[in-house]
């Protein structure tokens, strides 16, 4: 199993590029998002910081401990709606509140846990979304890797494992990645039933 917070302690995080997902940036200036947005397994929390600097409540979980204090010195602002809190997304008694948000913002979350945790992962994001809340999602459908995290998933798993729960409203190849991610990820807008 990844040891997360010893990862951060140690400053082994390649997959931590200063900013905001270019995917997440492309999106968000296209189209208007509204709400309460969780974004699980944040990180330093350059997407929070961002989507909350676009005026959205945001909740930010992570399990490493490190990289939550890391998150909140460098963003954690009165001026912001943006809250980082240590919970396992996984947890079933993690205190999340059910139905409670808007929107679930997945970047490199569903992609570092491993496969066996995933079908918990679409029931967990279920939980916690209001009905007709929104599942804004960036998945590395179009990568090899045998030895993850990142564990790759393919469209056919993504539907099978939320299918039960959500609607698929659109499937797409993002323009902007960061450098090395492209063509790697595809984006998924998913609605709550
Ligand atoms: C590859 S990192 C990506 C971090 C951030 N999304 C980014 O792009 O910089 C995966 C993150 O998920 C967190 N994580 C792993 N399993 C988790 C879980 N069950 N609940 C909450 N966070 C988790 C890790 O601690 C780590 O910060």
Request: aromatic share 10%; glycine share 6%; net charge negative.
């Amino acid at each position: 199993m990844t040891d997360w917070d010893q990862l951060y302690r140690e400053k082994e995080t390649p997959w931590d590029r200063g900013e905001p997902a270019p995917p997440l940036v492309e999106f968000v200036e296209k189209q208007s998002l509204s709400g309460q947005i969780l974004v699980p397994g944040c990180g330093i929390g350059h997407d929070a910081r961002y989507l909350a600097e676009q005026g959205y409540i945001v909740h930010a979980i992570d399990i490493s401990g490190t990289a939550l204090n890391r998150a909140r010195s460098l963003h954690e602002s009165k001026a912001l709606n943006l809250k980082f809190e240590k919970a396992n997304f996984l947890d079933e008694s993690n205190g999340l509140p059910h139905a409670h948000f808007d929107l679930l913002f997945e970047h490199t979350c569903f992609c570092a846990i491993d496969p066996s945790d995933r079908a918990r992962y679409a029931q967990a994001a279920n939980q916690i979304l209001k009905p007709n809340g929104l599942l804004l999602g960036i998945f590395f459908t179009d990568m090899e890797n045998d030895d993850g995290p990142p564990y790759p998933s393919s469209r056919d798993e993504i539907r099978s494992l939320f299918s039960t729960y959500f609607d698929t409203l659109n499937v797409w190849k993002p323009e902007r990645s960061f450098p090395g991610r492209e063509g790697e990820e595809s984006m998924y807008l998913m609605r709550r039933l």
